[in-house]
Every structure is written in structure tokens, then in C-alpha cells.
């Protein structure tokens, strides 16, 4: 993906506001809605649903906190390959091995509460720090929380 932050014309930062986003993504998608290229040449009308598409990643790409951090650093041409740490890892591993044991939706949900506060401070940290291994553990999280739902649906 190009830059997600230019290619919605916003300055990259990682504490980029909802509200701010929503407001520059639905700016942009209106002034693309494909109404408005009704009786266009093909060729434009191709053209605005690429420019569409870019934007909706883009757009998906930052409104989720562990990704915005990736192409925000990316945006800064800091390459994440090989910037895990082993203790990251291993709290993850613990993370999963966690997950795997729980038995009961109470379980889950109270997983679920610590790991979203987890999160949040990883954010905070990240935020911080602007380093790639804090990014990964903001990727690895973001992963066992979408791994929680479906361990909700697997016991429910």
C-alpha cells in the first residue's frame, strides 16, 4: 500500500482522532461516489472507483490502532522485519496458551477485559516510544483479540 496517511492528505501521527478520520475519509469517498461519474468517459469512471479503493484501505488501514502504527512507521521508512523481541514473543505465546484454556464465556469475556487493557497500553506505549517492536506487540494483540472472538464462538 502507498502511504495510508497521504493517501488520505492527513499528517501521519499515530494519535489520529475517529473523528478526524471519519471526517476525511467521508470527504473524500463523496467526492468519489460513482453518481457523480454518471456520463463520464469510461476511463474516468475507472479511475475514480481506483482512487475509491485506495481510499477505503487506506482508510481501514488507519482506523485500526495496530496497523496505523505499522504505516506509520513505514511512512518513516523504518522496516519492521526483524524487530520481534523474545520477550514479546513469549508474552504472546503465554497470551495463546491463556486463550486455549479457557472454558466458560465468563472466561473469555474477563480474557478479553485484560487483554483490551493490555492493549490500551500498548498503545499508550507505542505512542510513546514510536519503535517497531512496540508496534509488533500492537499487531500480536490485536491478533489474539480477533483469536478471542472466535474462542467465544467455539465454546458458546
Known sequence: MSNAFAEL????????SQA????????LV????????????????AIA????????QA???????????????????ID???TESKEVLFEMMELRE????LKTPEEVKAFAVELQQL?????????????????????YLDKIANEIKNHAFTIS
Do not use: W
Open 9 to 16: 492528505g492527513l499528517t501521519p501521527t499515530f494519535e489520529l
Open 20 to 27: 478526524e478520520l471519519d471526517a476525511r475519509y467521508l470527504t
Open 30 to 45: 463523496m467526492g468519489l461516489h460513482p453518481d457523480r461519474f454518471i456520463g463520464y468517459p469510461p476511463t474516468e469512471q
Open 49 to 56: 472507483e481506483t482512487k475509491t479503493a485506495a481510499i477505503n
Open 59 to 77: 482508510y481501514q488501514l488507519l482506523k485500526n490502532p495496530a496497523s496505523r502504527a505499522r504505516c506509520l512507521l513505514e511512512s518513516q521508512g
Open 80 to 82: 519492521l522485519e526483524g
Open 98 to 101: 491463556q486463550l486455549a484454556n
Open 119 to 139: 492493549f490500551s497500553d500498548a498503545c499508550a506505549l507505542f505512542a510513546e516510544s514510536l519503535s517497531a517492536p512496540d508496534s509488533l506487540r500492537l499487531t
